[in-house]
């Protein structure tokens, strides 16, 4: 069995990333992959199962940091006066997501763009789901602790989930760059919580 090389599996990763970034999963080839990283195609996948494997093992840093902060957004809990507690947190916390996009930012496009033909195509979609779960499940709270009928629906509700994961695609696409980025995040999220605050009965509302 051959031993796996930690700077061979690095440079085959780094290679595969520009590939991947120029071609996309579907255009990108396991030789010429190969090929850019100075190995056999049998080497290759000595290291990496198949394409998607190799797509999947670059891409999942990214794909858990998501993960982890939809988990953090589903923990928050709604106050009286506004029953979706991650779009209040975020009108005073962009800092948080504009760094996670600074970061991650190859990995986006990669998923968010150039993802078709791999096991996360599917992924926008889902994303977006989980993020609409996450909004009934703190519009159910919020019902319960006030005592009043929600004030919109769970159609709208994934439809705004939806709305926030297409305008990533979308910066992601026009090549934002991070001031940009940061500016339609601000005035998107308070634009977003103004008009959820107008369908508010005044008797949730704190002093």
């Known amino acids: 069995?051959?031993?796996?090389?930690?700077?061979v599996q690095q440079r085959i990763m780094d290679i595969?990333?520009?590939?991947?970034?120029?071609?996309?999963?579907?255009?990108a080839t396991m030789r010429s992959i190969a090929q850019g990283a100075g190995a056999s195609l049998g080497n290759l996948y000595t290291y990496f199962a198949d394409k998607d494997d190799l797509f999947l093992a670059l891409v999942q840093p990214t794909v858990d940091t998501l993960d982890r902060s939809l988990e953090a957004a589903s923990l928050l809990e709604p106050g009286p006066d506004f029953p979706l507690p991650p779009l209040a947190w975020l009108e005073d916390n962009p800092a948080p997501l504009i760094l996670?996009?600074?970061e991650?930012?190859?990995n986006l496009k990669l998923v968010f763009l150039l993802a078709e033909g791999s096991s996360l195509t599917q992924y926008p979609e889902e994303l977006a789901q989980r993020a609409t779960?996450?909004?009934l499940q703190h519009l159910d709270a919020w019902e319960f602790a006030t005592g009043s009928p929600a004030p919109t629906s769970g159609f709208f509700l994934h439809a705004l989930a939806t709305f926030f994961v297409t305008s990533l695609v979308e910066m992601l696409k026009h090549e934002l760059d991070l001031d940009s980025i940061e500016g339609f995040v601000k005035d998107t999220v308070a634009f977003v919580n103004a008009g959820f605050r107008n369908f508010l009965p005044p008797s949730t509302f704190t002093d």
Not at 1 to 7: E, G
Not at 16 to 27: I, K, P, T, V, Y
Request: with cysteine; charged share 30%; net charge negative.
């Open 16 to 27: 595969a990333r520009d590939e991947f970034l120029l071609c996309g999963f579907h255009g």
């Open 1 to 7: 069995m051959q031993v796996k090389k930690p700077l």
């Open 100 to 102: 996670l996009i600074e």
């Open 104 to 106: 991650h930012l190859e």
């Open 133 to 135: 779960d996450i909004f």
